[in-house]
Nanobody
Framework: VQLQASGGGLVQAGGSLRLSCVYS???????VGWFRHTPGKEREFVSV????????YYADSVKGRFTISNDKAENTVYLQMNSLKPEDTAVYYC????????????????????WGQGTQVTVSS
């Protein structure tokens, strides 16, 4: 399984970016999540989508501003980020869940077996 994240960049506060995560490989996954990491902090859950149903869940810090979606034909998960704030600055990672992961576990780092390489998002004030 490979995950390729892209779409990061530099944007002013209030702006928007759309991150993409292309999933490839023979092993199917139930959930694809986005996490972010800033130096000195633990990697933080951002959002998750269930591949088949389209069920989504968001961290409180991004709810109402970020939207996760998946395109099954393209094997791609998107994270549309609007109304960006300087505190959203981080390296963003997409990840595919381990077999057997259930919904209540999807905010945990250890629920994910495969990780993309990360894409930097910088929001200037």
């Amino acid at each position: 399984v490979q995950l390729q994240a892209s779409g990061g960049g530099l944007v002013q506060a209030g702006g928007s970016l759309r991150l993409s995560c292309v999933y490839s490989g023979r092993t199917s996954t139930r959930y694809v999540g986005w996490f972010r990491h800033t130096p000195g902090k633990e990697r933080e859950f951002v959002s998750v989508v269930e591949w088949r149903s389209g069920y989504t869940y968001y961290a409180d810090s991004v709810k109402g501003r970020f939207t996760i979606s998946n395109d099954k034909a393209e094997n791609t998960v998107y994270l549309q980020m609007n109304s960006l704030k300087p505190e959203d600055t981080a390296v963003y990672y997409c990840a595919a869940s381990r077999p057997g992961t259930i919904t209540s576990q999807t905010r945990r780092l250890e629920s994910y077996a495969f990780w993309g390489q990360g894409t930097q998002v910088t929001v200037s004030s």
